[in-house]
């Protein structure tokens, strides 16, 4: 039997920020995880160099039933806070895109900065260690593990989502708001590329790795960045960006020369070289490949001096507003994270604690909160880790 202050239940990024910042207050505090090393999804994340946050986090950059839960967490230790705590650790650091921030060096000096803190902390980190269950028989929660009993005021459920199921995720934190009557929003996978149906795969496959600057949207919701052709269907940042978004049945719309107006392009190219082929004047507009590809899909073929303008609008159309259908996404085993998760309405924005199971917080990835591509996910780890570890 182990007798703790605070368990948290998951070395990832939430939950080694909650111990060390429960540890600085002199708590007792308990890691564990049932995998052979702390903190994956920082060690396989940005290529390996962790995408560690993003200079312009804030709360409109967060999907959740509840927009305005996360104000509060993310106010409290924003982006600024980390990079001054990357600083004081001498990790070099660099912008990206779109105010992405990445190590320099390697994802596995965070890791190791956050190990060092709870070190310092006095927060003892157990790894390889299942947890068989959860309870609170009185005003201490009993925790059944594969090595013993824990017996702690306070327990983190911190363990994430089932996204990218080969490092171990799973649903158990999950399980547990739901051993406890917390209410969970259906979980399911997001920033994770789109699948198309069988016949669309066979006729684009000769497109897998080409790769645009696209315009995505669905509905109101729209985001420009690369675009990748797949064997499978299609992925790239923005792709990633919008399947968070996207509703399964229906359409989204990309524009694959969002600099330009297609029609107007291929009008002047008429009038400047009315000999040259429509599948050539495409080709000087997109890749090859995929000026071919548009040209076979709208059985577009002959000379521009040939092709009158409802043509003209018809290959404009297939290039400024494509429409498709995904058949799916690839599911949780590419997902980056997970949308939907354990219900805000159970949960105290300022505290992260179970407004009706005192004690009992949730913080990452397992709640209902889910951050766009680019650093964002990671910042809400550190911000609401931060929160919980001030009153656990």
């Known amino acids: 039997m182990q007798n703790v202050d605070v368990l948290i239940i998951g070395a990832g990024a939430a939950g080694l920020m909650c111990a060390i910042e429960a540890g600085k207050r002199g708590r007792s505090v308990l890691v564990a995880d049932h995998a052979k090393r702390p903190a994956e999804k920082i060690r396989i994340s940005g290529g390996g160099r962790c995408n560690f946050t993003n200079l312009h986090a804030s709360p409109t950059n967060y999907l959740s039933q509840n927009p305005r839960f996360a104000v509060s967490a993310l106010k409290r230790f924003t982006q600024h806070d980390f990079i001054t705590l990357v600083d004081q650790h001498r990790i070099g650091w660099h912008e990206k895109t779109l105010g992405q921030l990445f190590c320099d060096d390697s994802a596995q000096q965070i890791i190791d900065m956050l190990l060092g803190l709870c070190q310092h902390s006095g927060v003892h980190v157990q790894l390889e260690t299942s947890i068989t269950s959860v309870s609170k028989p009185d005003d201490r929660f009993t925790v059944g593990t594969s090595r013993d009993t824990v017996r702690a005021q306070s327990v983190v459920i911190a363990c994430g989502g089932p996204s990218i199921p080969k490092m171990g995720a799973t649903g158990f934190g999950y399980e ?127 000379r521009l001096a040939d092709t009158s303008d409802k043509v003209l609008r018809k290959a404009a159309l297939a290039i400024n507003e494509w429409t498709l259908r995904p058949v799916g996404t690839e599911g949780y085993r590419t997902a980056e994270v997970t949308l939907g998760g354990v219900s805000t309405k159970s949960l105290s924005s300022k505290t992260m604690e179970a407004t009706d199971i005192p004690g009992l917080f949730f913080i990452g990835e397992v709640v209902d909160v889910t951050g766009h591509l680019g650093g964002f996910n990671f910042q809400w780890a550190w911000s609401s880790g931060y929160a919980a570890g001030q009153y656990v």
């Not at 789109?194 to 696209?214: I, Q």
Request: overall charge positive.
């Open 176 to 302: 547990v708001a739901k051993c406890f009557e917390l209410p969970v929003i259906t979980p399911r996978a997001a920033l994770v590329p789109f699948v198309f149906d069988e016949a669309m795969r066979e006729r684009s496959r000769h497109l897998a790795g080409v790769s645009v600057d696209a315009t995505v949207s669905f509905g109101k919701t729209r985001f420009r960045e690369g675009l990748l052709f797949t064997h499978r269907g299609l992925s790239g940042p923005s792709i990633l960006q919008i399947s968070s978004y996207w509703e399964e049945g229906k359409d989204i719309r990309v524009n694959l020369l969002p600099d330009a107006d297609a029609f107007e392009e291929l009008r002047a190219a008429r009038q400047n070289q009315p000999k040259q082929d429509i599948k050539t004047a495409l080709s000087h507009l997109l890749p090859k490949k995929l000026a071919s590809f548009i040209c076979e899909e709208q059985k577009l073929n002959g």
